[in-house]
Every structure is written in C-alpha cells, then in structure tokens.
C-alpha cells in the first residue's frame, strides 16, 4: 500500500501542515501552494504521483540556495563558525512530508522501529530516554544492583573521523 499513487488528502495535509520559508532556487512559495485551486492541486498531485511511479527525480529538485549563517559570538570570516542553511524547493519538502508520513506510518503500525527511538517520532522525544535511563539508574540503587550505560557523542565521532565505521 505504501508503493501507491498519493491521494488528494494526502497532499492537503502537508500543506496545511507547512510554514512560509523561503524558496528554494525555484522561487515557488508555501503561500502560492496553499493558494492553488482544487484543479491546480490536482495537476500537482499528478506531478507528484508521477515522479513516485516512475521513481524519477527531478534534477532541479536536488539544488539549493546555500546561505551561510554566522553563529552567534564566532567570527563571521572562519567558515566553521557559520551554519549553513540550504534553501530548497518547497515542491520538493511537499513530497518529501508525504512520502516521509507513509513511512512512518508504516514503521511505527509494524513494531519496526524500537521501543528505545524516542527522537524524531511523534509523541516522544529524546527527554524520554533521559526518563528511562532515570528510572533504570533508581531502580538498580533501590534493589542494590549494578547499571552500565554507555553513550556515544556522534557528532564528535563524525567531525574526528569523517564518515563512521563500526
């Protein structure tokens, strides 16, 4: 079911769901999206249902607007003291939202993703595996047994080491 074409509803969920952010090189605005009429959404829609059938991405869609955003209290002229903030097609996060619901949506009806994946799910977040390790850190002090927890600093991983290999 999650190889279908998208439906109507679909698409007018993502919508409704989007903020205005500026474009991406296409120059098309959440606000003109939202402002389509029925008909115009429906072309959309074919758009979109196309590109996920023929599993064919547009080459356009895979170009930013890279801005560079000095972080606060570094020196704007270091390029590591800045974020970057890729602009991309609104288009593009339309389908991305709808194809990532799908998924989602499938993963978390199946039981495929773990109990302990709090962060980027909907109803949790990283704070609960905080509770839990609190509660498992109470509950060994209390019965008078040992806890090992280990944690691993990904970010530090990556900058020191590139690309992560286990």
Known sequence: MYNSPFALHELK???SKSHPTSPGPD???YDLLKNLSESSLR????LFNRIWLEEY????WRKAVVIPIPKPGKDPQIPTSCRPIALTSCLCKLM???VNARLVHVLEENGFLSNFQSG???G????DIVLMLETAIRDAFVT????VSVFFDMDKLMTEHGAMTF
């Open 13 to 15: 969920i993502v919508l």
């Open 27 to 29: 120059k098309i605005h």
């Open 43 to 46: 072309v959309l829609l074919i």
């Open 57 to 60: 991405f547009p080459v356009a």
């Open 96 to 98: 991305e939202r709808m």
């Open 120 to 122: 980027f799910r909907y």
């Open 124 to 127: 949790r977040g990283t704070i």
């Open 144 to 147: 008078k047994k040992h806890l």
